[in-house]
Every structure is written in structure tokens, then in C-alpha cells.
């Protein structure tokens, strides 16, 4: 079965940034759409962006668009999420999750979970 272990949480202040981890320990990410959702106090969960198996597909969440950059490096088996700009309002804990696909990327159908990093955004 894949684990997936996020890490890079942490309490950093607004504008500052931050670099979250999924890492696959077991198995290979090859297979899988990589995908980063996040759920804050009080609120549902939201998918945040997502990578397709080979990196050459991705999507954002108006709201982290041109201040979150996902990535990912196979042979290292380690998904990232570079976070710049943070603004309070990103405070969440941050899931990673992975979907066996054939191409492209997806906010649902999600079948194996992180336990989450929190990341806390406050002055």
C-alpha cells in the first residue's frame, strides 16, 4: 500500500514562504496523479493543486494561483508545494493524497492519504 508522509509545516509570517513535502515511502509515484488539498479550522476540506504522473500537467485553486508552484521529482519519489506570499487565510493543515491515473491530474477520487503538515501563517 502507499504511504505518504508530508513534512515542511511550520508557523511562518504573512508574505513569507515555505516548502511543503510528500514523499511515497514503499512504492513509486510513477503511477499516480499527485494532489494537495487542505482543510482550516472550522472549514471544509479544498484541493489546493495537483500534478499529473510525469509533472507535465498542473492545476491550481484561484485562490493560491501565481503564489503556489507544485512540483515533483519521480526518482526521489517526493512531491512539493512551494508556497510564497502567505496570507492568513492559508493556515491549514496541508494533505497530500494520490490517485493511480493513466494522464492528467484530479481533486477527487483520491485513493491514499498523508496524515498532514500544519502550516500556520500569522504575524
Known amino acids: 500500500q502507499l504511504q505518504l508522509v508530508e513534512s515542511g509545516g511550520g508557523l511562518v509570517q504573512p508574505g513569507g514562504s515555505l516548502r511543503l513535502s510528500c514523499a511515497a515511502s514503499r512504492f513509486s509515484l510513477d503511477n499516480y496523479a499527485i494532489t494537495w488539498f487542505r482543510q482550516a479550522p472550522g472549514k471544509e476540506r479544498e484541493g489546493v493543486s495537483c500534478i499529473s504522473r510525469s509533472g507535465g500537467t498542473t492545476n491550481y485553486a484561484d485562490s493560491v494561483k501565481g503564489r503556489f508552484t507544485i512540483s515533483r521529482d519521480n526518482a526521489k519519489k517526493t512531491v512539493f508545494l512551494e508556497m510564497s506570499s502567505l496570507k492568513p487565510e492559508d493556515t491549514a493543515v496541508y494533505y497530500c493524497?494520490?490517485?493511480?491515473?493513466?494522464?492528467?491530474?484530479?481533486?477527487?477520487?483520491?485513493?491514499?492519504w498523508g496524515k498532514g503538515t500544519l502550516v500556520t501563517v500569522s504575524s
Open positions: 493524497a494520490a490517485r493511480m491515473v493513466s494522464a492528467g491530474c484530479y481533486y477527487s477520487g483520491m485513493a491514499y
